[in-house]
């Protein structure tokens, strides 16, 4: 049995004896949850630059489709 989340672009499974959630790369909120975390960890200024560019265009493309008032704004 499988199942995702648009809130969360998480994938999940679930067999007689477990239940296994997981990111789904496909899902263009993993995306965006991993270009946070680019931003959060790069120390250097002009790549983090460029991460918050894609970050910021990413986030406006998915405000239609996705519920994305979790993720902050970055300037």
């Not at 296994?20 to 120390?43: G, H, V």
């Not at 990413?58 to 405000?63: H, I, R, V």
Request: glycine content about 2%.
């Amino acid at each position: 049995m499988f199942g995702m989340t648009k809130k969360h672009g998480m994938k999940y499974t679930l067999t007689d004896s477990s239940f296994t959630a997981e990111w789904d790369y496909s899902s263009p909120l993993t995306m965006l949850k991993l270009t946070k975390l680019f931003i959060q960890c790069e120390d250097n200024q002009e790549q983090r630059r460029k991460y918050i560019q894609q970050y910021n265009r990413l986030k406006e493309s998915l405000k239609d489709k996705y519920d994305v008032s979790d993720f902050p704004d970055y300037k």
